[in-house]
């Protein structure tokens, strides 16, 4: 019986092993997201010689920022959901498989990527999450229209939001000994 039990627990230990398809699987996401951010950013930037033509008109050159703008705002949201993609592999694998050797000693440490505990990785990511979201607000504010007062309203209770978002965040990491 102590055998089967022996061999049961190893085989539960060794279950964790399984994780190592989330890693690798998040880690190529991220990689393609990244790829994917930088070439909207390559042509984002090829598209910039536009700006300065003398052909365009005040209207054009307007329609012109106002989409450069938004790409832009676009490719900040591609690098911060793969830097999620990032960050998620990594914490997966610390908490499950193995400490990252390199992590943990080397002369390149980042606080934001050590994670001891499934908390740690969920602050991790729900900040970076919490930047995508306001990006995504600040990519819808831009492109919107303001035909009344009480849309300026509503889009002033937003950022109302956002920074009390921002600030509740920031003020549980101090309350819990924590500093950015």
Do not use: C
Not at 42 to 58: G, K
Request: proline letters at 2%; zero cysteines; aromatic letters at 8%.
């Amino acid at each position: 019986m102590k055998k089967l039990e022996g061999m049961f627990e190893s085989l539960l230990w060794n279950s964790r092993l399984v994780v190592i398809a989330a890693v690798i699987t998040s880690l190529l996401t991220g990689i393609g997201v990244f790829y994917v951010a930088t070439v909207d950013a390559y042509y984002t930037l090829s598209h910039l010689a536009e700006y300065a033509s003398p052909a365009l008109d005040v209207e054009a050159r307007s329609d012109l920022r106002a989409s450069l703008i938004t790409h832009v705002v676009e490719i900040v949201d591609g690098y911060l959901l793969a830097t999620v993609l990032l960050i998620f592999p990594l914490g997966l694998y610390e908490l499950f498989i193995s400490k990252i050797d390199a992590a943990e000693g080397g002369e390149i440490s980042s606080k934001v990527l050590v994670i001891n505990s499934l908390d740690d990785l969920k602050a991790g990511l729900s900040k970076v999450i919490l930047m995508i979201l306001i990006v995504k607000f600040f990519e819808h504010a831009i492109g919107m229209t303001f035909d009344n007062p009480m849309q300026l309203l509503y889009l002033a209770g937003g950022i109302a939001l956002i920074g009390l978002a921002l600030y509740s965040g920031h003020a549980s990491e101090a309350g819990h000994g924590k500093t950015t």
